[in-house]
């Protein structure tokens, strides 16, 4: 049995709306993009801001809100590495804390012990889609008056203690790359409840110019001013296409989700030499995790060969993630060193990333719990 890591939930509708998109007029940001953003707005609660990637709206969202040369923004080091490269990509300096042992999400306890006088903002990142302690992080921004920019590539589902992704950040960032809980191949958003902000991130994504090309051609032309230095970061509307009729069904994704992640709970829970990632639901009932990637943790002298034996039973797996400050350009530029975040190193030389997706049969996830227990049982 062959079990791939991902299999995306595109279906025929959203295909066909795809086809149909591609026979009219409009390809660029135009009507389905519009509609996409209103229904993401709608679901999470904000004005949502179409964009080409989790990387760009995380970057718009730091020039919007004015991060740049000076600045030091703190975030986690248990990420993918767009999370820092955007704050380098602002010339600002990222500044990392370790994170949680039960959650890998970002320790908040540690956040103000790394505040300094050029501090000003905080990126969280909602690891796996569970989200980070945003109550507690939003007293310490307020305190130190800084802002808050969620990297919620993971966590478009997410809830805690009620709150939403972006509703205690001034904004939240999210991905639709190709293995993403719902998919256009690339693409990202931006959902924030600052409407300036939200129409000042729209000229941003398109080198900053006042019209776009929906507005310059239909109906009567007009023509356009740059108005400051913008980004071509605009999604089109063939990538909207295809996550319009995904976004409708998100609530029935996320079931199917859950049930495989329940199952590999009960299956994993007293396996010797596997630990789990602590959802907080178990702590608080009315939490909602959004289920993106389910992750065991082994040891980490085993985990390679524990990846490579999986590989061998033709299983899809892949690790999330090896941790920032211990990639080469990181260690070469700030001079980072292992032992400087113990819990993210421990966390990210032990775990694998199992297959989850709707697609995923009962039979496929019962052949991988099993071919996991043999392999660990072996090791």
């Known amino acids: 049995m062959r079990v791939e890591f991902f299999r995306h939930s595109i279906d025929e509708e959203d295909i066909a709306r795809l086809a149909e998109t591609a026979r009219s007029v409009f ?22 801001v179409a964009v080409t990637s989790c990387t760009a709206a995380m970057h718009l969202c730091l020039l919007a809100w004015e991060i740049g040369p000076d600045c030091e923004v703190i975030t986690t080091p248990l990420s993918f590495c767009a999370t820092a490269n955007v704050i380098l990509h602002t010339w600002a300096t990222p500044v990392f804390v370790d994170v949680e042992e039960e959650t890998g999400n970002i320790d908040a306890d540690l956040i103000e012990g790394k505040i300094t006088g050029r501090t000003r903002a905080i990126m969280p990142v909602h690891l796996y889609g569970q989200m980070c302690d945003m109550r507690r992080i939003r007293q310490i921004a307020k305190k130190h008056k800084l802002i808050i920019i969620e990297d919620a590539a993971h966590c478009v589902e997410g809830v805690r203690e009620g709150i939403l992704p972006g509703q205690f950040g001034n904004a939240a960032c999210f991905s639709f790359y190709a293995t993403k809980n719902i998919t256009s191949g690339e693409g990202g958003a931006i959902v924030t409840d600052n409407r300036m902000k939200a129409d000042l991130l729209k000229q941003l994504r398109l080198h900053g110019i006042d019209e776009s090309a929906a507005d310059r051609y239909t109906g009567e032309y007009r023509h356009y001013d740059m108005g400051m230095l913008g980004w071509k970061y605009n999604m089109d509307d063939l990538q909207a296409s ?36 602590k959802p907080t639901h178990d702590i608080y009932p009315s939490n909602h995790h959004a289920r993106h990637l389910f992750t065991i943790q082994v040891a980490p002298e085993h985990r390679d060969a524990i990846l490579h034996e999986l590989q061998k039973k033709d299983i899809g797996v892949a690790v999330h993630f090896r941790p920032i400050h211990l990639m080469s350009y990181y260690r070469e530029r700030f001079g980072y060193k292992e032992g400087d975040f113990p819990v993210a190193e421990r966390i990210g030389a032990s775990t694998i990333s199992l297959p989850l997706y709707p697609r995923l049969t009962d039979e496929e996830v019962e052949y991988v719990i099993k071919a996991v227990k043999e392999v660990l049982a072996s090791a």
């Open 27 to 48: 390809l660029t940001t135009g009507p389905q993009v519009e509609k996409f953003e209103n229904a993401l707005g709608e679901y999470l609660g904000g004005h949502a």
């Open 242 to 277: 295809l996550l319009i009729g995904q976004l409708e069904r998100i609530d029935e994704l996320w079931n199917r989700r859950e049930i495989i992640c329940r199952d590999y709970e009960m299956a994993f829970a007293k396996v010797e030499g596997i630990r789990l990632i």
